[in-house]
């Protein structure tokens, strides 16, 4: 079983960056589609990025909201995935997650993840 641990969470200020961490321990990532997902107060877990990875290369996507601004990420030698956040809104306040897919198909629905850290805080403040 794996266990997923987020780091690199704090307060920023709008327009600022931030760069997340998703360490993986117990085993390697099954090579599934990784996701980010944030949940804000009051309201539903929601997609924000995932990444997918086979010998031919890795394919990312990314929620409208945050295209253009966010960057997953992964390096396999560390077991671990990335979400660089730049240009940050107060909006993008929330908790952030990582979850590991539970089979080989990207998916922006958080019931096709079935492992899933403890959350990092990000707030932005205006």
């Known amino acids: 079983q794996v266990q997923l641990v987020e780091s690199g969470g704090g307060l920023v200020q709008a327009g600022g960056s931030l760069r997340l961490s998703c360490a993986a321990s117990g085993r390697p990532f099954r090579g599934y589609p990784m996701g980010w997902f944030r949940q804000a107060p009051g309201k539903e877990r929601e997609f924000v990025a995932s990444i997918s990875w086979s010998w031919s290369g890795d394919s990312t996507d990314y929620a409208d909201s945050v295209k253009g601004r966010f960057t997953i990420s992964r390096d396999n030698a560390k077991n671990t995935v990335y979400l660089q956040m730049n240009s940050l809104k107060p909006e993008d306040t929330a908790v952030y997650y990582c979850?590991?897919?539970?089979?080989?198909?990207?998916?922006?629905?958080?019931?096709?993840?079935?492992?899933w850290g403890q959350g990092t805080q990000v707030t932005v403040s205006s």
């Open positions: 979850a590991e897919a539970k089979g080989y198909y990207n998916s922006h629905e958080p019931y096709d993840y079935d492992y």
